[in-house]
């Protein structure tokens, strides 16, 4: 299984009288050989807030994971300074509605061979929001650079958005994943979270390499119950 290592820290939870508060997380700086005894652990420390109200419905977190690097005999992994942040709530569905944000400075992965993956400029977010039946999704994600070695830097950006998806499907979906089910093939998910005025967008996708580039803009829209004659669209930039 996989290796567990306790984190040396500091836990500090507060109350109030209306039952919300907030907790939090200091963890040190770790140095320590790994189980096996065939590498080391470093990492710099981390500083999380928990904020919760009322039995904890509403939760706003954000935090600072400093440089964290692993050494072994499989090779070595190594992150920059990680910052993260979110504002979620329940839903009835079995997911939480609201924001998450995360941004990694620099990554490097080698492996045993000594191939070497590197980047700078991760920046991800989501959106999440739902009503009686449907959820939107959206997400953002960026990377200022990501070289192979050997190979040209590449940077990407895209924005994808979902749009009114089946939200107790979703949920459904959710759940047997979290539950070590797994998904049935990609097609028939996909098919269950779709309904009448679902839509999906491709925006600012672009990306870079060298000298040269390439963009995407797309749009579909299913019709609605009362437009079913309306037809799906799509561009392309």
Known sequence: GAEQIPLPGVAVTRVGFGGGGHTQVTVDEVLRPMADGQ???SAQGADIDVRFDRNAARLRTRGVLRPVRIESAEGLMESGRLT???DTR????GFRSGSSQVAMETFVFVDYLGREVSGSGLDLALQVSADNETVDYATHVGLARIQAQGGAPVAANMDLRFEALDAVMLGALLQRVQQGFGLRPFGTELASLVRPGSGLRVSDLEIRAGEGYASLDLQLQLPADNATDR???NSFD
Do not use: N, R
């Open 231 to 233: 037809p799906i669209s």
């Open 84 to 86: 993260f942040s979110s």
């Open 39 to 41: 590498g080391t652990l």
């Open 90 to 93: 329940p839903t009835g569905f």
